[in-house]
């Protein structure tokens, strides 16, 4: 039993937090780009080798990152700041694992040249089996550091051009 219908029968059906849209689970296959990664021991729950869901967003930051090469493209300086996360847990995640991390960008206007932000879609599978443990969107903001505050400026062209691999060949300019 998955954790929505764990949800709706303890709830008798109550359960309306996900959309049809929601409901549906991704195949990795869905994903243009792939990053694997591996859990790591701090991520754990304390109950058991599960790992705790609230890293889930921390594993595909980490992919994210590695992908747009944010270590060689201004890190510290630039940042990518999360606006909004939202992430449908499907199941646990046991340590130690490989997982993982599709990304997609629905539409490359999205990514043009001058925006500031854009809307990533992610899932995280296992990487033997594929089975999909959490799947949700993340828009993020490049920002520069100014003084002592970080201010939304235009995507670098590097990280643009990385990023807009995440865009499927049908989505396209």
């Known amino acids: 039993m998955c954790i929505r219908d764990s949800i709706n029968a ?11 849209q929601t409901r549906r689970v ?6 243009p780009v792939h990053v694997v990664q591996c859990t790591k021991e701090k ?12 890293y889930y967003a921390r594993i595909v930051d980490a992919a994210f990152y590695d992908m747009v090469d944010l270590k ?15 992430c449908q847990f499907l199941g646990p ?3 130690p694992s490989k997982v993982v991390v599709g990304m997609r960008t629905d539409d490359a206007a999205l990514l043009a040249k ?4 854009c809307k990533s879609f992610f899932g995280l599978f296992d990487l033997e089996t594929g089975k999909c443990y959490a799947h949700g969107h993340k828009v993020w903001v490049h ?19 990385l990023a807009l691999k995440t865009v499927p060949s049908s989505a396209k300019l």
């Open 72 to 86: 060689h493209n201004g890190y510290p300086k630039v940042y990518l700041t999360v606006a909004s996360f939202g």
């Open 114 to 117: 001058g925006k500031t932000g």
């Open 26 to 31: 991704p195949t990795l296959e869905e994903f």
């Open 93 to 95: 995640i046991v340590h």
């Open 43 to 54: 991520f754990m729950s304390g109950q058991g080798a599960f790992i705790d869901n609230c």
């Open 143 to 161: 920002t520069e550091l100014n003084g002592n505050d970080f201010k939304p400026t235009p995507i670098g062209e590097q990280i643009r051009q």
């Open 10 to 20: 303890e709830y008798g059906g109550q359960c309306h937090l996900m959309s049809a």
